[in-house]
């Protein structure tokens, strides 16, 4: 009977050893056919400074580079979410409202600086506000108070010697939905509001607006990124060099708009991601720079790292250089 016991125990040990063989087996040949058969998750936004996604999904650059992908539109908020659980493996967006969800852990790294511009502080025409620091006491509207308009805002309002986080703000922050910002404003519910192109600009040109900040023109923020591609760490960790052709996509997506800011914006109108005017949507287009820069989203991070870290948006105790080196990836 013992005989038979350990019999029947090797037996099983060896049934279960073929079984993990074929398992691993099954794994390996996963593993290298995966690059090639795995559809990448590309999240994309509707805003105007979202068409070098745009322009790669229509104008065939990810298949010009070898992907498969498929792309899944969503709001910023969602997009963050998306990254944090995994359903989109990349995607595109204003470096500011990236810091705080890194801060916080978000499995992401920033890869590769593709423009500038494509936000604005305006106030009313007829407003005495002159410039930023004449802001101080005043009510300014935001259609989210984490997103990259606000932060763009408090960057401003810092660099004019304003209190712009935490308690006792030399301003008051008022959230309005993006289509009603420009009525708030209009009918004195608000001083001024920061927002994004193309409606910011629309208004702008409507209304007669005061742009106090532009970030395609106003330092330091015309010095700067304003988006930038990213992956998840995941995606980047499993497919590093289907990571790496998404950025050049990207990259060569930016560079053919740069050369035909025109044409890009007709696309968005004619493919019903933005709406609005083509023409004027690209006058807009032509004034972000698109040079897409692996190392100019690299500074661009770190100054809105240190930046947000010196207001007071980020901890104290945060450690910049290291939330840097974990939220940025350069390709060799």
Not at 142 to 152: F, M, Q, R
Not at 176 to 190: E, K, R, V
Not at 214 to 219: E, G, L, N, V
Not at 232 to 249: G, I, M, N, R, V
Request: with cysteine; aromatic share 8%.
């Amino acid at each position: 009977m013992k005989k038979v016991t350990c019999y029947a125990k090797r037996s099983l040990a060896l049934a279960l050893s073929a079984v993990l063989l074929v398992l691993a087996l099954a794994g390996c040949g996963k593993a290298k056919k995966s690059d090639a058969d795995y559809v990448v998750k590309v999240a994309y936004g509707t805003a105007l400074c979202h068409a070098p996604l745009h322009v790669a999904i229509q104008k065939g650059f990810f298949e010009a580079e070898g992907l498969k992908v498929e792309p899944t539109p969503l709001d910023t908020a969602a997009t963050i979410d998306g990254a944090g659980t995994n359903t989109v493996d990349a995607g595109f967006g204003l470096i500011g409202k990236f810091a705080q969800p890194l801060e916080n852990g978000l499995g992401i790294k920033l890869t590769a600086g593709i423009h500038g511009g494509c936000i604005k502080l305006v106030t009313s025409a007829d407003s005495a506000i002159g410039s930023v620091a004449d802001l101080k006491g005043k009510t300014i509207g935001v259609a989210s108070l984490t997103d990259s308009p606000a932060i763009i805002v408090r960057r401003a309002l810092a660099n004019a010697g304003l209190k712009a986080a935490g308690d006792d703000l030399d301003v008051e922050f008022v959230v309005f939905t993006n289509a009603d910002l420009p009525a708030a404003l209009l009918n004195g519910a608000i001083d001024s509001y920061a927002a994004m192109d193309p409606a910011v600009s629309v208004a702008v040109r409507d209304n007669g607006f005061k742009v106090l900040v532009d970030t395609a023109a106003s330092d330091p923020f015309a010095h700067e990124f304003c988006c930038a591609t990213f992956v998840t760490d995941k995606f980047a960790s499993e497919h590093p060099d289907l990571a790496k052709k998404y950025t050049d996509a990207v990259v060569k997506a930016a560079a053919w708009i740069a050369e035909n800011p025109q044409e890009a914006a007709a696309l968005q109108v004619e493919k019903e991601y933005v709406s609005g005017d083509a023409e004027f949507n690209g006058t807009l287009l032509a004034t972000y720079g698109f040079h897409a820069s692996a190392n100019g989203g690299y500074d661009s991070l770190k100054t809105t790292l240190e930046e947000m870290k010196k207001i007071g948006v980020l901890k104290s105790e945060t450690d910049t250089d290291a939330l840097l080196g974990r939220g940025y990836l350069k390709f060799n």
